[in-house]
């Protein structure tokens, strides 16, 4: 069974300050993607990564993706309170189908 | 505008009645999931279709869940006798390559 981990699951922080998302998992995936969820609404596509090491910017987002292909981080710089939202990683992997599953996603509040 | 379109927003039901859900996905996309979200769980996979054609549906209960696509425009999510603990966001997805999931807005399901 494929897993991924995220961490922090709860981030509070203040407008200006920085932040990284991680996200973690055993398997190797083909491409994984970050998504953000705000209440209410459905999980919307920010970025996908799909070659190992790969390295995608948006605005203040920067998205990496690990050598191996198997975990991934977003960072953000100077957080701003329009930020706010469920932060979730997926992965998918060809070799089963272009299955996507999901991490438990990491809730972040950007505080004025 | 291209998104996915679910039906309905909302949805109360009581014990044991039948349930249905319904989705629109975006026109062109061969890839359609269904997720299920709750607080304890997150984004659960609960199947996914591919032209049509069923997966995956590892991730349903398969005694009281059935998922179909009887045509391109339309996919359908019934849950037949529901529970109290099928309560959660239902979510579709569709996607046009592996790796790519655009959502609808949800279904939130209360059984009472």
């Known amino acids: 069974t494929q897993l991924l981990e995220q961490s922090p699951q709860f981030l509070s922080i203040q407008e200006g300050e920085n932040l990284t998302v991680y996200c973690n998992s055993s398997?190797?995936?083909?491409?994984l993607q970050w998504y953000r969820q705000e209440p209410g609404e459905g999980p919307v596509l920010l970025v996908t990564?799909?070659?190992?090491?790969e390295v995608k910017k948006l605005k203040r987002l920067t998205f990496q993706f690990g050598d191996a292909r198997k975990d991934s981080s977003l960072h953000i710089t100077a957080a701003q309170p329009g930020d706010t939202g469920l932060y979730l990683c997926a992965g998918a992997a060809y070799n089963q189908g272009g299955k996507l599953i999901f991490g438990q996603g990491t809730e972040l509040s950007v505080k004025p | 505008d291209a998104r996915v379109t679910q039906t309905p927003r909302h949805k109360v039901t009581e014990m044991g009645q039948e349930v249905t859900m319904r989705c629109q996905p975006i026109l062109g996309h061969n890839t359609v999931f269904w997720y299920r979200q709750t607080m304890m769980q997150g984004l659960e996979l609960l199947a996914y279709f591919r032209n049509r054609a069923p997966l995956d549906d590892s991730g349903m209960p398969k005694d009281r869940f059935s998922a179909e696509m009887p045509d391109a425009t339309l996919a359908t999510l019934k849950i037949q006798p529901s529970e109290p603990r099928d309560s959660a966001v239902y979510f579709c997805?569709?996607?046009?390559?592996?790796?790519?999931?655009?959502f609808g807005q949800g279904t939130r399901l209360t059984v009472v």
């Open positions: 997805a569709s996607g046009g390559w592996v790796g790519s999931a655009f």
């Open positions: 398997s190797v995936f083909s491409s």
């Open positions: 990564v799909v070659t190992g090491g």
